[in-house]
């Protein structure tokens, strides 16, 4: 598969609009609009109903710097966050679902062409907490004021990421994709509560995260000023990734994060 044809490749206008004439009813001129620039995957993986609910969802943001939905999806919840670029978003969403308790299942992270943020995430709730609308309604506040940043999410975490044994070592992969203008970070290892809120606090473009007996499969895009990290940024996630990750691929000149 060529670069050109890769699912994480933008959207293109014609396939935008090869996507709206399949649609069983009519949409306005802004649904284009949001669709675009969204990867390939979003709609080859995306139920046509659910593209629908989430461009309705962003028409409903207006001047708010965020909004949400939160739902039954099967024996999951599925949480959808709409914003515009916002730095650490992934992590903050995290952090917020850690704090209540919850136990990320899967997440994925889109930008589409006008810097309009959709990440989703589909956890368990052991406890039931979710089963109250009240508490549901609580959440989402505290999700959106924790977007925002008005919210510290780490004193809220550190006791109980404190108690955790120390990270078991994860596999990192990573290198640069100049087609994407981006660099592709895969990341694989053990499960362990708070470990996507402590790995994503970076700008990310693109995220797939699956997490399935007990271990996590991660995928990530970062860029820097458009473009991919290069020697200089790739070094810099290394140094973050000190004692925690085995890194290999053209990353460093060290196969193995320095300890």
């Given at each position: 598969?060529?670069?050109?044809?890769?699912?994480?490749?933008?959207?293109?206008?014609?396939?935008?609009?090869?996507?709206?004439?399949?649609?069983?009813?009519?949409?306005?001129?802004?649904?284009?609009?949001?669709?675009?620039?969204?990867?390939?995957?979003?709609?080859?993986?995306?139920?046509?109903?659910?593209?629908?609910?989430?461009?309705?969802?962003?028409?409903?943001?207006?001047?708010?710097?965020?909004?949400?939905?939160?739902?039954?999806?099967?024996?999951?919840?599925?949480?959808?966050?709409?914003?515009?670029?916002?730095?650490?978003?992934?992590?903050?969403?995290?952090?917020?679902?850690?704090?209540?308790?919850?136990?990320?299942?899967?997440?994925?992270?889109?930008?589409?062409?006008?810097?309009?943020?959709?990440?989703?995430?589909?956890?368990?709730?052991?406890?039931?907490?979710?089963?109250?609308?009240?508490?549901?309604?609580?959440?989402?506040?505290?999700?959106?004021?924790?977007?925002?940043?008005?919210?510290?999410?780490?004193?809220l975490l550190r006791e109980r990421l404190g108690r955790l044994p120390p990270l078991s070592r994860l596999?990192?992969?990573?290198?640069?994709?100049?087609?994407?203008?981006?660099?592709?970070?895969?990341?694989?290892?053990?499960?362990?509560?708070?470990?996507?809120?402590?790995?994503?606090?970076?700008?990310?473009?693109?995220?797939?995260?699956?997490?399935?007996?007990?271990?996590?499969?991660?995928?990530?895009?970062?860029?820097?000023?458009?473009?991919?990290?290069?020697?200089?940024?790739?070094?810099?996630?290394?140094?973050?990734?000190?004692?925690?990750?085995?890194?290999?691929?053209?990353?460093?000149?060290?196969?193995?994060?320095?300890?």
């Amino acid at each position: 598969m060529g670069a050109r044809d890769s699912p994480d490749m933008p959207i293109d206008p014609a396939e935008v609009a090869d996507f709206v004439r399949a649609l069983p009813l009519a949409v306005d001129a802004g649904f284009a609009g949001f669709i675009l620039g969204f990867p390939r995957k979003y709609l080859a993986e995306t139920p046509r109903a659910e593209v629908v609910k989430h461009y309705a969802l962003a028409g409903s943001l207006g001047t708010r710097p965020v909004i949400s939905s939160l739902g039954r999806s099967a024996a999951l919840w599925k949480l959808c966050v709409i914003t515009r670029d916002r730095r650490f978003l992934f992590s903050r969403i995290a952090g917020a679902l850690s704090c209540s308790g919850m136990d990320i299942v899967a997440a994925e992270a889109f930008a589409n062409a006008s810097a309009l943020v959709l990440d989703t995430f589909r956890f368990r709730d052991d406890d039931g907490r979710f089963e109250q609308s009240a508490t549901r309604r609580r959440f989402q506040v505290f999700l959106e004021d924790a977007v925002e940043g008005k919210v510290e999410l780490e004193p809220l975490l550190r006791e109980r990421l404190g108690r955790l044994p120390p990270l078991s070592r994860l596999e990192v992969e990573m290198e640069d994709e100049p087609a994407r203008g981006a660099t592709r970070l895969r990341l694989e290892g053990p499960d362990r509560f708070g470990l996507l809120y402590l790995f994503s606090r970076a700008d990310i473009e693109l995220a797939a995260i699956d997490t399935a007996g007990g271990r996590v499969r991660d995928e990530f895009l970062l860029s820097r000023a458009g473009g991919p990290l290069g020697v200089e940024g790739r070094s810099e996630v290394i140094r973050a990734l000190a004692g925690l990750a085995v890194v290999k691929g053209p990353a460093a000149e060290s196969r193995t994060a320095a300890s």
